[in-house]
């Protein structure tokens, strides 16, 4: 027994469910699909999770041949076999509208392995009465993932507001000094709130992985 | 009532004590040993939990006038007041001797804060088995903080070892292409590994803040 | 009649109070003292306003063989023959403790060329009342100057809250991923709340100088 | 009265006109016809103010449902109730043809905003005789703002001209070490010539709004 | 003789073979189809050796009128008169499913130089179980080629269990922090195995030739 | 006289030909055709010498409805009135058949302005023997332009054999870390020759407006 | 039996020389003088081979206290029990004078690991005869190490004219745009010559590791 | 007959003054005080031309035993045996006081191998009417040398009036967003006046050798 299932095109991780309570997520871009295909389906039959694929677009995700998926297209996941709810709150926070798809698939991952969503809208620092006004939803989560481009102040806004985990999304939204998201990442990562980490810029699915991780360690796998 | 102290040279956060479980953190760079003594003075009689100073050097230390505080010459870390363990453990790994500093600042926050440390030293991913041999010191842990410089490789693979949250800290050891930990920092935030979380260069205690508000989800303030 | 003193080692812009209503401002790096002397009594001779040397640093400074200047140590100016006050009012207020040299900075440079100035300390958006405390100090001012280094978030939340003109300064408190102030400039420069100006890092001095074209068009000289 | 209107996708913030004396100016990339609509709709009934989409493309200002705006193609806005003309002169002035879109946003929102706006086409350093001949134009304005590509070196030569506020644009005009407009941002903000200010690249829009500010100053909202 | 051939376009290189034991490789981006066919026409005639052409595009491929040459899809490559096999063993080791295009041009390169491959696909770093599973294959080769992207942390791991030249290719898979390969290719420069070296983001042709180079010196033209 | 025409979208510096020679030449990407257009018809009656437009893609051309001008495809040149020859021997180079189109637009504009070109092609430093074989024709030339992408290596060699002033043009061509021209840029203004000067990336008109400068040094109008 | 030795401050992996035919090699910065005293103590003990310090500052080495060792001061390397000489060959190139610190480097390591070397000094591009003249001392190596700072063309130059391996490492010899060595690393990575690999700046270290890589494939341990 | 002596520790160009009509010039940072008396004494001997050393700061240039030269402080250059001066005029510009040290080393050099120099100090564009009054000056060159930092501007006004060639040389005078030089840098490099060439930061001597080359061209060694 080696612990992986060795497809030919992939070598598949099919002790990552024992070991870390989710299988292995398979990153679209670069595969055919044929071999999402063929990766998917060793997936569901080694395990017992639920199984995502991520930055999934329509048009491939129309070609993949694996019965029981549903796909999000903002998301751009695909979930099959979703894992039932888990008692840890994920807040998914944005600064701005178009911050979304990022927070859509933060927001669509983590339902996908079993932790409740709750998702704040447009609650960008310019206005900071509207960030105020949701300062009660901030503190009832066990976590708070805050989506942000352009200048993404509103993370050190909520590190300062909250006292649970709070992971930060730096998005690519904005343009000229924006730099496709790094001003937003080199802010976050600089932040003056205290205990703030980043994940990779428009990553809401790393985001809600390591929200997985902090449920593990919160609530394991009730 | 303001939620803050007004001391003229700062303006001291009371509150946060009440809102994150934790009083204001002094950040010791520009500041003066008689503004370090106010502010510290001012924590200590308006809360109750532990009062830290960060990147303070040994001769500012020798100069602030607050009785009872303990100073740590290699994290550079000056504590009033640490709080009582909490049932939470952290294992801090570092790549190498050289990463050292930076492991210790870590350590050091979370004892004040009142987490349990374990420390694994030198276990980078130029020799496996060194990792391998630690694999079940990580396991036990509730949160790993991975403190690495150079290419920062040892988060991914400690990333794929454990189900528990990992907070990688990326340090300035290297040189030339290393880019005074640029490099590790953007290596972690593109890490193979799902879910890992990312703090700024040589923080060790950003990653220990993070850890603190893992532990208030998982045990709260017990 | 050239509009220009040529000194040899300088050619002195004696046009310049005519023509922008303020001395040129010299540059102290890179000047031998006896070169300081020379312009600052050529200016003082071809006009009527404030002479300041800035970025003077206390040895220097005392080489200055000018009668009638006067020294601020932490904001590295020189100035003779300070402006009569006009009624501009300018709020200086800062993120950290830190930053405070680029304010000081600020404050003595409208100071010396007549400015009123309002400083507020220590707002970062780590604590949000303490900002929202004064809320109303801010709105008082004709423009606001942010002095901030990290991710600079403040600049953000004051543009949001006041009218009147914000010149944002990026200061190189922090480490790592601050990259010595570029990540304040840049999410300065991308800040969500609309209408910002950003001057360069560290740049107390451009900050009040801004300040002082708002007040040429706001009240002239009176 | 939460000074906010929830729309689900957007949280509109319906204090702004109150506070900074315009309404909140709808961002487009990222949103879709229906939510524009919806914004709009919702700023035009909560306050009395212009209202203002940026970024839009033609195609999709087709398909915003609101009647009485009016559209401007090369500076991709729409506006909605402009404000009427306040007596606040702004010159706008480019260096080359190629910055012309950029110059055309900055005036356009100058005029939805009730700036009035003069325009000075073509006079890049490069043919000082150019510039030279429009001092008066220049002389005359409340505040200038600069657009300029390549090097920028306009804004600085412009700085040394006038005494007036002075915002400088820089745009992606050019090609190879322009670096999509980061050689002007950052010569501009290295200007030597004192106390000019930046807004991000490409940011007519956000000149502008700088220039909003300056009139809330001098002029208030005559 | 001046031991090359001016085509006009181009100046063939006909000397190569007899001082590195290759002729010149063909790069075609640029160059267009009469010009390659020209060029591959006097390589075979002036020598002996097989005639590569790089990064072709298949539109490109059928329009060089040459008999006799091979095209691989994946690789980009086009081979005409392929060398004997030589007794130097190369293993082409992938990180993930994405980086295939990549090692599929070390393979196909490698193969048609005379070299022998062995591909070992998606051992990542997040799963050291399969990295260690395929240890006794990678021992066998007298040269590893990683191709990784992301964070290329399996060059370092590599590096670090095999004895003999490890050829690191980083490759622009991945988003956000990736930068397009830079962070693999500074990550792979700094790692803590010692003795590693590095090729161009991408460049599977370039570990080849490397590999070309390893085996003139092992077993020279055997 | 103001020394320019004010055609309303552009203000043409009718002077620059009496300053230096040549008409001012017309960049033109963001021009539409008839500005395009009515700029050539303003310089062709203003002015006596040989009128540019340069970067014009094929389809704009086409639209440019003025007489007597020819079209130079792969430079993306149109010219109207070409300078006679005058003594001055510009010898261009190249490092490979990629940087064709940059030296392309060199040797053209050098045409049209009167110098007179000979092209040495496909010498890049990998096979020196090339490169020495034309050292006569190099050693020739009044000024020689090197044409160099990837290392951009060849200008240090040029720089080593010949006396003569040597333009450096660093162009796009290669992938990676070639940075789109950015280490060849980087490489050549650090060369170990003494005394090369460097224009921006793919600038093959910035050279040859280098070689006429040094042209009227050298020759004058003759 | 697990492969390291577990000294607390050190986990010294005893395992290396059995799998990479050497042993642990000890980087000096960050380590004290007793923590290197020890490290070395304890692979004299555990294995066979020689046993390295490298980067070694003359006062550190002063204080190690381990008998035998050998220090080189230009090199910064101290060494125990060399290597006996194995037959492969390395040529040690450098393009300048100052670059000789890292070749110095890479020469010691060289001959402290039983490789052979030859220096060849100053051969910089800009004097190609000088190149040329050592052509035949070039062609008898096994491997070539071109040591280069500023724009780092000898490794091109070196590339085209031999068939066997050449390590490429760049210096931070230079000033300006040389950026610390930046500028050479990427010119040698996108090198016109084919096969070349390169490793970190002024890893002279890293070169010499390659080499015994080299060795190891080409002669084994003869 | 090789062309160069081989001095052991450096390889002498003695080839360089037939071939460019000047000797190998000497770069100080890195050698020793003998290799440098060494390689003067060398190049004294072998050739008739002047001798010079760059970058030599005060300390060394007291240790080199090599009589007849004379030391340039400012400058750090030391010469033996000047050219005798050529009828070749070039002017050096200077933006600010600060910018000295670097024309001044242009100066320096020119001055040393035979060029007519004339300076120009202190004419940044924040004054125009100061480079104005120069019009004339600027005008009898035949080459102008402009030396700025921060944002370089002057090089394009200055590239704008005259039609002989100018070499830009940035400095690093300026903090902040100057980056050390690289802004002006880039902004030089993407000027709008046509055929402006640019040499490494802070190089005056580059600047004066490119200078050597022009007057080799235009008045050969008269």
Tied chains: 1, 2, 3, 4, 5, 6, 7, 8.
């Excluded at 704040?120 to 009465?129: E, F, K, Q, T």
């Excluded at 976590?143 to 909520?158: D, F, H, T, Y």
């Amino acid at each position: 027994m080696t612990g992986f299932a060795d497809l030919g095109y992939a070598r598949v991780d099919v002790d990552r469910e024992a070991r870390q309570g989710l299988p292995e997520v398979v990153y679209a871009p670069g595969k055919q699909p044929a071999e999402i295909t063929g990766i998917v389906t060793e997936l569901l039959a080694s395990g017992t999770g639920p199984v995502l694929v991520t930055r999934l677009d329509p048009g491939t995700a129309g070609q993949v041949e694996v019965p029981g998926g549903s796909y999000h297209e903002t998301a751009r996941l695909m979930v099959w076999r979703p894992a039932p709810p888990r008692p840890f709150r994920v807040c998914v926070a944005t600064a701005g509208t178009a911050d979304w798809p990022v927070a859509a698939e933060a927001e669509a991952v983590c339902g996908a392995i079993g932790l409740t969503t709750h998702v704040v809208r447009d609650v960008g620092v310019a206005g900071l009465h509207r960030l105020l006004a949701v300062r009660e939803e901030l503190a009832r989560a066990d976590a708070v993932i805050v989506v942000a481009g352009m200048e993404g102040a509103l993370a050190s806004a909520v590190g300062g507001l909250v006292a649970c985990p709070v992971v930060a999304v730096p998005t690519s939204t904005g343009y000229g000094a924006a730099l496709d998201g790094v001003t937003a990442l080199l802010a976050m990562l600089t932040s003056c709130a205290a205990g703030l980490t980043v994940v990779n810029i428009d990553s809401g699915f790393g985001a809600a992985m390591a929200a997985h991780r902090l449920a593990h360690t919160a609530v394991g796998r009730r």
